[in-house]
């Protein structure tokens, strides 16, 4: 499973929402994040991607979320988003 965040200015959530979903691999897809949102994503262990630009009439988080699912490398996805925390259980829950 691989866990997709999009994220925008989420510098207050992002490493705790990350933290939350170990072991899971986590890819955040910044959505143009002007408070360092990346670069402590980065350090929390997930891997990140620049939002593509916006195509006409797509909502910024749809869009995150399609350039999300374009880049997991496993079969099965979940999208969460930067304001959750999750239980340590929860990802392991999923793949048994």
């Given at each position: 499973i691989t866990v997709i965040i999009p994220a925008r200015n989420e510098k207050a959530n992002i490493a705790a929402v990350i933290e939350s979903l170990k072991?899971?691999?986590v890819l955040v897809v910044d959505?143009?994040?002007?408070?360092?949102t990346a670069e402590l994503a980065?350090?929390?262990g997930a891997f990140?991607?620049?939002a593509p630009p916006l195509a006409a009439g797509?909502?910024?988080?749809?869009n995150?979320?399609?350039?999300g699912s374009?880049?997991?490398?496993?079969?099965?996805?979940?999208?969460?988003?930067a304001d959750t925390r999750y239980q340590a259980?929860?990802?392991p829950a999923l793949t048994e």
């Open positions: 072991p899971a691999p959505d143009g994040s002007t408070d360092g980065k350090k929390a990140v991607i620049p797509l909502p910024g988080k749809s995150a979320c399609l350039a374009t880049h997991a490398p496993t079969r099965w996805i979940l999208f969460a988003d259980n929860f990802v």
